[in-house]
């Protein structure tokens, strides 16, 4: 079957859909998973790369409902900041407030920036407060990424070799 560039945009994005998955962990207060009103609990997003292209510039969209039980927790700290949009230019939202979803984006330095191929990366202790209401809340997590090109186009690859025979009398 022939590939065409043009297919390559739909390619990488069944690639994501089908050879990644996403988990997030059960909250916790300290060791207990119950929390009660006014309390805090952590969490981590777990990203699996299944397939054989490493994956880059991840931005974790979280997302929290209903608002009225629970709410995320803009984590502090320089290495990764949260935003109220999926563009790197909108609204930043402070450390520490309270919000229903954000977009994070980790720093390259960070080991959860990227996941190489049949590896898995863990974005650690994001944290949620929960509200006087009681009740239950989910927590949603989706990922954007950007393919890594060396791994989708490798350097330096050889072609099929040519030959001729020649003749000499």
């Keep these: 079957m ?7 945009p739909a ?9 990644v998955t996403i988990s997030v962990t059960e909250v916790k207060h300290g060791i207990s998973t119950v929390l009660q009103p006014n309390e805090k609990g952590k969490f981590d997003v777990v990203v699996t790369n299944n397939g054989d292209v490493r994956l880059t510039d991840i931005v974790y969209e979280l997302s929290i409902s209903p608002d009225t039980v629970a709410k995320l927790i ?14 790197p230019s909108s609204d930043v939202i402070a450390n ?15 080991a959860f920036s990227s996941v190489d191929p049949g590896q898995s990366v863990t974005n650690p202790e994001l944290q949620v407060t929960t509200q006087r209401i009681l009740g239950d809340a989910t927590i949603k997590c989706t990922i954007h990424v950007t393919v890594d090109q060396a791994s989708l186009f490798p350097a330096d690859q050889e072609s099929t070799t040519a030959k001729r025979t020649l003749t000499v009398s």
């Design 2 to 8: 022939a590939l065409s560039l043009s297919d390559i």
């Design 11 to 19: 390619a990488v994005a069944d690639y994501i859909k089908q050879n």
């Design 74 to 87: 803009s984590p502090s700290g320089m290495l990764m900041g949260a935003r109220k949009g999926l563009d």
């Design 96 to 110: 520490g407030d309270e919000t229903a979803k954000m977009f994070l984006f980790p720093l390259d330095v960070l």
